[in-house]
């Protein structure tokens, strides 16, 4: 805005100057529209060179000349008459009005235009244009780019010239070749971006001038390591021999290392042993000790990154394996049965129960046993648990206590059976000889055996009724 203020100013300015200049002649305001004489002129040229546009008028009379440069659509007042308006010194106006530039740049493409300010005004459209060889700007301008595999990734080779240089992409891979690439003129996109496209990518932009090229050094990082672990939890005695293992899953090279607490693991003669097998990651412990009861760790790192998982060794017994058929087959008593591995001899049993309620806050009933000693790692065990409810879901939960202490509890739930009806006088006859409801749950009968382990005083009635039945059916063959 101040800008065309001033050239209104000034170009009122000269007008008035002429006007006084022109007095003399009192002459009235031509009619005559001046001519320009040069042709419109395209000059291609270097950077560096010096270049003119002619403007020869037929006939100027009382108008101004002056030159303008249209630069993408906004137009610049360079010169009135001789007088330089912009501050480069490089343009100027020769004695015959033709326009001057030194040593031109890359800048000074465009048009100019001489123009006569008659009315209406004419004009004189002249073109540079400058050429130069291509050059490339790699994005990023280190020309490594680091990723991680997946997304899109876009690689880039910024190209300047004049003409407008062609571009070819150049890689060590084939780069049609791949999936998930498209080369766009002077992009690459990736989608996604895999280890595959690791590699150096060249680009070339050539025009009339010249040549440039540009690098650019993709690394495709490829995720961190996965690790799988088989057992998260190894139960272990004194002196026993144990293996922990991690199961390693990477797309590039990995180093795994173990620690135990904090310490990093090396191989001690026959005590400790790590091993590597293809993608498997172990450590053998022979003969364990104390000190060995703990958590060992496996680090997997590659370049995307580190991945670690825990082991723990202990010589806590492992968790109880309930044995007992969680439909009870006594109203007021119910014959639990577990078995538990421990390396170490079992002290005793923690057992906890309650009745089952939503929300409920009764407390535990709490029952300490003795373990019976018996040979081998497996410990089995049975307890009478009474005074219960008949036809009642009861929750419980069991630890084991060792040398090293308690383990875990693990929890149980079991039912409680509905009292025979109608009450006879005798609860035992009356089990023994009828049938006192449907039995819903057949397989009771197979699990007797286990049962009969369990409490091996009374025989569940199903098993003798069925017993019973099949003698009637056997003796009725017989005797048919
Ligand atoms: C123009 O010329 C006339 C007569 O020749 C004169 O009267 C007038 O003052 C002049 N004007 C200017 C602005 O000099
Ligand atoms: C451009 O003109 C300047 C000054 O007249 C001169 O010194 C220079 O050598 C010229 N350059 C070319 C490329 O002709
Ligand atoms: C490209 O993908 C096709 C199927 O989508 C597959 O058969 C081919 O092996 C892949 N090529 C490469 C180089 O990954
Ligand atoms: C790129 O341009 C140069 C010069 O203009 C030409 O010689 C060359 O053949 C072109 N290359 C391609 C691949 O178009
Ligand atoms: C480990 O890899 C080799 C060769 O690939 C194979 O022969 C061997 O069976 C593998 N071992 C295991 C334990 O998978
Ligand atoms: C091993 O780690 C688990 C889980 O973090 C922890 O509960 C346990 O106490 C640790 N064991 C030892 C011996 O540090
Ligand atoms: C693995 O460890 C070796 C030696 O400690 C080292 O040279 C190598 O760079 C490591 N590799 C990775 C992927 O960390
Ligand atoms: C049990 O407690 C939960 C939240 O503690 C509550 O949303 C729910 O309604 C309770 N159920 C009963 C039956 O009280």
């Given at each position: 805005?101040?800008?065309?203020?001033?050239?209104?100013?000034?170009?009122?300015?000269?007008?008035?100057?002429?006007?006084?200049a022109k007095?003399?002649?009192?002459?009235?305001?031509?009619?005559?529209?001046?001519?320009?004489?040069?042709?419109?002129?395209?000059?291609?040229?270097?950077?560096?060179?010096?270049?003119?546009?002619?403007?020869?008028v037929?006939?100027?009379?009382?108008?101004?000349?002056?030159?303008?440069?249209?630069?993408?659509?906004?137009?610049?007042?360079?010169l009135?008459?001789?007088?330089?308006?912009?501050?480069?010194?490089?343009?100027?106006?020769?004695?015959?009005?033709?326009?001057?530039?030194?040593?031109?740049?890359?800048?000074?493409?465009?048009?100019?235009?001489?123009v006569?300010?008659?009315?209406?005004?004419?004009?004189?459209v002249?073109?540079?244009?400058?050429?130069?060889?291509?050059?490339?700007?790699?994005?990023?301008?280190?020309?490594?780019?680091?990723?991680?595999?997946?997304?899109?990734?876009?690689?880039?080779?910024?190209?300047?010239?004049?003409?407008?240089?062609?571009?070819?992409?150049?890689?060590?891979?084939?780069?049609q070749?791949?999936?998930?690439?498209?080369?766009?003129?002077?992009?690459?996109?990736?989608?996604?971006?895999?280890?595959?496209?690791?590699?150096?990518?060249?680009?070339?932009?050539?025009?009339?001038?010249?040549?440039?090229?540009?690098?650019?050094?993709?690394?495709?990082l490829?995720?961190?390591?996965?690790?799988?672990?088989?057992?998260?939890?190894?139960?272990?005695?004194?002196?026993?021999?144990?293996?922990?293992?991690?199961?390693?899953?990477?797309?590039?090279?990995?180093?795994?290392?173990?620690?135990?607490?904090?310490?990093?693991?090396?191989?001690?003669?026959?005590?400790?042993?790590?091993?590597?097998?293809?993608?498997?990651y172990?450590?053998?412990?022979?003969?364990?000790?104390?000190?060995?009861?703990?958590?060992?760790t496996?680090?997997?790192?590659?370049?995307?990154?580190?991945?670690?998982?825990?082991?723990?060794?202990s010589?806590?017994?492992?968790?109880?394996?309930?044995?007992?058929?969680?439909m009870?087959?006594?109203?007021?008593?119910?014959?639990?049965?577990?078995?538990?591995?421990?390396?170490?001899?079992?002290?005793?049993?923690?057992?906890?129960?309650?009745?089952?309620?939503?929300?409920?806050?009764?407390d535990?009933?709490?029952?300490t046993?003795?373990?019976?000693?018996?040979?081998?790692?497996?410990?089995?065990?049975?307890?009478?648990?009474?005074?219960?409810?008949?036809?009642?879901?009861?929750?419980?939960?069991?630890?084991?206590?060792?040398?090293?202490?308690?383990?875990?509890?693990?929890?149980?739930?079991?039912?409680?059976k509905?009292?025979?009806?109608p009450?006879?006088?005798?609860?035992?006859?009356?089990?023994?000889?009828?049938?006192?409801?449907?039995?819903?749950?057949?397989?009771?009968?197979?699990?007797?055996t286990?049962?009969?382990?369990?409490?091996?005083?009374?025989?569940?009635?199903?098993?003798?009724r069925?017993?019973?039945?099949?003698?009637?059916?056997?003796?009725?063959?017989?005797?048919?």
């Amino acid at each position: 805005m101040m800008r065309f203020l001033l050239e209104l100013a000034f170009f009122s300015l000269l007008l008035l100057v002429f006007a006084l200049a022109k007095n003399e002649t009192q002459e009235q305001p031509s009619t005559r529209v001046p001519k320009t004489l040069n042709p419109p002129k395209k000059i291609d040229a270097l950077e560096g060179e010096n270049i003119t546009f002619a403007c020869q008028v037929d006939h100027l009379g009382e108008f101004a000349l002056l030159w303008k440069k249209n630069a993408g659509g906004t137009k610049e007042v360079l010169l009135v008459e001789k007088q330089r308006i912009t501050h480069d010194s490089r343009i100027s106006v020769l004695d015959d009005y033709s326009f001057q530039i030194l040593d031109v740049s890359r800048h000074d493409s465009g048009e100019y235009l001489c123009v006569i300010s008659s009315n209406p005004p004419v004009e004189l459209v002249h073109t540079l244009n400058v050429k130069y060889p291509p050059s490339i700007a790699v994005e990023p301008s280190s020309g490594l780019v680091i990723v991680p595999k997946g997304h899109t990734k876009v690689i880039k080779c910024h190209i300047d010239g004049n003409p407008s240089p062609n571009i070819t992409w150049q890689s060590e891979k084939d780069i049609q070749l791949f999936n998930n690439s498209v080369v766009t003129g002077d992009t690459i996109t990736f989608d996604p971006v895999d280890p595959l496209h690791s590699g150096v990518y060249k680009c070339k932009a050539e025009n009339e001038l010249g040549i440039d090229t540009g690098s650019i050094t993709l690394k495709v990082l490829s995720g961190p390591p996965e690790i799988h672990v088989p057992k998260p939890w190894v139960h272990a005695g004194l002196d026993t021999t144990k293996e922990i293992k991690c199961i390693v899953y990477t797309e590039s090279p990995v180093n795994v290392t173990w620690y135990k607490d904090d310490t990093q693991l090396s191989n001690s003669g026959d005590h400790v042993r790590i091993v590597s097998n293809n993608n498997t990651y172990s450590v053998a412990l022979r003969k364990l000790t104390e000190e060995d009861m703990g958590n060992y760790t496996c680090v997997a790192r590659n370049s995307g990154g580190e991945t670690s998982a825990t082991i723990e060794i202990s010589g806590l017994a492992s968790a109880v394996k309930f044995k007992s058929d969680p439909m009870g087959y006594k109203p007021t008593s119910y014959a639990l049965m577990w078995e538990v591995e421990s390396y170490s001899h079992v002290i005793d049993y923690l057992l906890q129960f309650k009745e089952k309620k939503v929300n409920s806050t009764d407390d535990w009933e709490e029952v300490t046993i003795p373990a019976e000693r018996q040979p081998g790692l497996i410990q089995t065990q049975t307890y009478d648990i009474t005074g219960l409810k008949e036809n009642t879901f009861y929750d419980m939960s069991i630890q084991v206590r060792n040398k090293f202490g308690w383990n875990k509890p693990t929890t149980f739930a079991f039912s409680t059976k509905q009292k025979a009806e109608p009450a006879k006088p005798t609860e035992k006859i009356q089990e023994v000889n009828e049938n006192p409801q449907p039995e819903p749950y057949p397989e009771h009968v197979s699990s007797g055996t286990d049962e009969n382990r369990a409490t091996p005083t009374t025989e569940p009635p199903e098993r003798a009724r069925v017993l019973g039945l099949l003698t009637v059916i056997i003796l009725s063959f017989f005797f048919w």
